[in-house]
């Protein structure tokens, strides 16, 4: 018989490796119900940040398309600016050609001695009235003949000219700004041939420049 030793209680024998079980399941545990709220709130950044990029790229769109409205707008009222000041040219260009004849009646009785009394008031308020609009007169005798301004009716030669030369002004030009609406229609002289050589010449040449008058 085997005798107890009085005093101790026999417990039952546990597996050494039953508490680090017990530990690493409870780590597991934790471990998988502590990551849970991290791993939540990166999706919600994530989806943040996605929503932040598209609203981003829609603000640029929108920016760009503004932008670009606003040049369209710049370039509309610039255009029709122009297009308003062109418009206003060309209809006081046509009101005032209809008129020129009636400034020539008024020049050829100012000329005649014939712009007397009320006609003559009512000619100058015409005058006063044209000029205010941008009408200018050009053309006058002496001046050296310019074919951009100048329409040459008549042509002759002259030995005291050195160059084509407007002798007579048969009809004022006008124009408005740096528009012509009419040239100036004038008689032209040139100078006689062999003449503009001889002036030229400074070696007094007698033989040459006394050559047409022998001949």
Do not use: W
């Not at 040459?152 to 004022?172: F, I």
């Amino acid at each position: 018989m085997t005798e107890e030793t009085p005093g101790f209680e026999e417990k039952p024998d546990v597996p050494s490796g039953a508490a680090s079980d017990d530990a690493a399941e409870s780590a597991e545990s934790s471990e998988k119900e502590g990551p849970a709220a991290p791993a939540g709130d990166a999706a919600k950044i994530a989806g943040l940040t996605a929503q932040l990029d598209q609203v981003r790229t829609a603000h640029a769109e929108r920016t760009g398309d503004l932008q670009r409205l606003q040049a369209e707008y710049q370039n509309y009222r610039r255009r029709v600016e122009r297009d308003r000041v062109t418009v206003k040219e060309i209809a006081t260009a046509t009101l005032l050609t209809e008129l020129l004849p009636v400034l020539d009646d008024i020049g050829r009785a100012r000329e005649h001695g014939e712009l007397v009394g009320g006609f003559k008031s009512v000619a100058e308020s015409l005058e006063t009235a044209a000029a205010k609009m941008g009408l200018q007169q050009f053309g006058k005798e002496g001046e050296p003949f310019d074919p951009t301004i100048h329409e040459a009716l008549m042509h002759s030669y002259a030995p005291d000219v050195t160059e084509t030369t407007c002798v007579a002004v048969l009809q004022p030009g006008y124009r408005i700004g740096e528009r012509t609406i009419r040239p100036a229609r004038v008689a032209v002289a040139e100078p006689q041939p062999g003449a503009a050589p001889a002036a030229k010449d400074e070696s007094g040449d007698d033989e040459e420049s006394g050559g047409p008058d022998e001949g």
